[in-house]
């Protein structure tokens, strides 16, 4: 069971932008904290952002605070990521899930590719 689909991803090139959505199953009945995570082949998956159930207290890893923004729509069940100014180091397979990650069960979803190249 995978409880959350990612969308939005492709490929951009720097300095450009994307909007990742993440739609959570209406089979969850609680409003869960969320996170946007990353992974790029050969390193551990990490949290880029997170926020309160309620849409507040959001957190941003340095690496990109100040240019992406994350935030939510309890009433669409969806989650997004705003992503600007976009850097090459940002290119990963980019996945939502519950923060910490695990609440929501079932397996992490298929991610969405961002790629950022010239």
Do not use: H
Not at 59 to 70: D, H, K, P, S
């Amino acid at each position: 069971q995978v409880p959350v689909v990612e969308s939005g991803g492709g490929l951009v090139q720097p300095g450009g932008s994307l909007r990742l959505s993440c739609v959570i199953s209406k089979t969850i009945e609680r409003t869960f904290d969320m996170g946007w995570y990353r992974q790029v082949p050969g390193n551990e998956r990490e949290l880029v952002a997170a926020l309160a159930w309620n849409g507040e207290n959001p957190y941003y890893r340095n690496a990109v605070r100040g240019r992406f923004t994350i935030s939510r729509d309890n009433a669409k069940n969806t989650v997004y990521l705003e992503m600007n100014n976009l850097k090459i180091e940002d290119t990963a397979v980019y996945y939502c899930n519950s923060y910490p990650a695990g609440s929501l069960g079932g397996d992490w979803g298929q991610g969405t590719q961002v790629t950022v190249s010239s």
